[in-house]
């Protein structure tokens, strides 16, 4: 029984100490923050409609834009 305990001692002494003789894994470094700016103005006024102007300014691209147009 004593030689089973000891044994297991050893082993765990043994695995705690490998363990711990590795390298710490580095953290990634983060990704850059990217800021995209759609700006949307009016370009012109009548009694039956809304001209508007999109401009934008991506740092990624993407494929696809949405406009809705929400009436009460």
């Not at 001692?9 to 363990?19: A, G, K, P, Y």
């Not at 710490?24 to 001209?51: A, C, F, G, L, M």
Request: aromatic share 2%; charged share 25%; net charge positive.
């Amino acid at each position: 029984m004593k030689n089973i305990i000891s044994t297991l001692f050893i082993l765990t002494v043994l695995l705690t100490i490998t363990h711990c003789s590795e390298e710490p894994t580095k953290p990634k470094p983060p990704v850059p923050q990217t800021r995209d700016t759609i700006t949307v103005s009016i370009e012109q006024v009548t009694h039956r409609s809304v001209s508007l102007r999109l401009t934008r300014k991506l740092k990624v691209k993407s494929g696809r834009y949405v406009l809705n147009r929400i009436s009460k």
